[in-house]
């Protein structure tokens, strides 16, 4: 399958800073990718559509000027939590489709996860 | 409105003993089911796309099998390994071109030796 990475894999920040999380597709070009978020003992969250080249779509009660989203190449996309705050920390997660003659798939990263102090 | 059903939350199994989760959906029109993995801290890791009622697919010890209504994940003669929450998750024709999925609460299996 097609491989996702992300960076950092975990970071601890203080209350009020901004972290930058990168998503790459390492072995194959992903117009859209998804970022989700997941809290502890439960499902994934999905949180914004990401396409290279245009704005990103945000799902309903995520703020878009607290979570930038930048999809500048075909095998990058990033995630900024501006001002972080305490209820911020989570675990990130993004994903990448993949999708041809006879196969739809999604191939996930292996997550950041983000304590804000 | 779309919706995923995971039953049971929660399975403990003994080595060896196989069984099945089961994964409801209530969408209008169905594009794929999907089925992941996920180990405690790490992203899921991605197991079966279906696409169509009566498509099967097989990984290993895992068999995955979809309805109308809903998929199984079959777990045969399951190792300690294959202790995880597997996760389902469907794709609506309703949903937009950029093929958003919808997650399921998820099935925490926990397998003894």
């Known amino acids: 399958g097609a491989v996702v990475s992300q960076h950092p894999s975990r970071v601890i920040c203080k209350s009020g800073t901004s972290v930058k999380i990168e998503c790459r597709s390492l072995?194959?070009?992903?117009?859209?990718m998804f970022w989700y978020r997941q809290f502890p003992k439960q499902s994934l969250m999905l949180m914004a559509t990401?396409?290279?080249?245009?704005?990103?779509?945000?799902e309903q009660g995520v703020e878009k000027d607290k979570f930038l989203i930048n999809h500048a190449s075909l095998t990058l996309s990033t995630l900024t939590v501006t001002s972080a705050h305490p209820e911020d920390s989570s675990f990130y997660i993004c994903?990448?489709?993949?999708?041809?003659?006879?196969?739809?798939?999604?191939?996930f990263g292996p997550g950041t996860r983000l304590t804000v102090l | 409105e779309d919706q995923v059903t995971q039953s049971p939350e929660a399975l403990r199994l003994q080595e060896g003993e196989s069984s099945s989760l089961n994964c409801s959906y209530t969408?209008?029109?169905?594009?794929?089911l999907f089925w992941y993995r996920q180990d405690p801290g790490k992203g899921p890791e991605f197991l079966f796309t279906?696409?169509?009622a009566g498509e099967e697919k097989e990984k290993e010890r895992l068999k995955a099998t979809l309805t109308k209504k809903e998929s199984f994940l079959h777990i045969t003669a399951p190792k300690p390994e294959d202790s995880a929450t597997y996760l389902c998750?469907?794709?609506?024709?309703?949903?937009?071109?950029?093929?958003?999925?919808?997650f399921g609460a998820g099935t925490q299996v926990v397998v003894t030796p």
């Open positions: 969408v209008s029109g169905l594009r794929g």
């Open positions: 994903s990448a489709r993949v999708l041809g003659e006879g196969y739809n798939e999604q191939f």
């Open positions: 990401s396409n290279e080249g245009s704005k990103a779509t945000y």
């Open positions: 072995d194959f070009q992903a117009t859209t």
């Open positions: 998750a469907v794709q609506p024709h309703s949903s937009d071109s950029w093929g958003k999925l919808q």
């Open positions: 279906l696409y169509s």
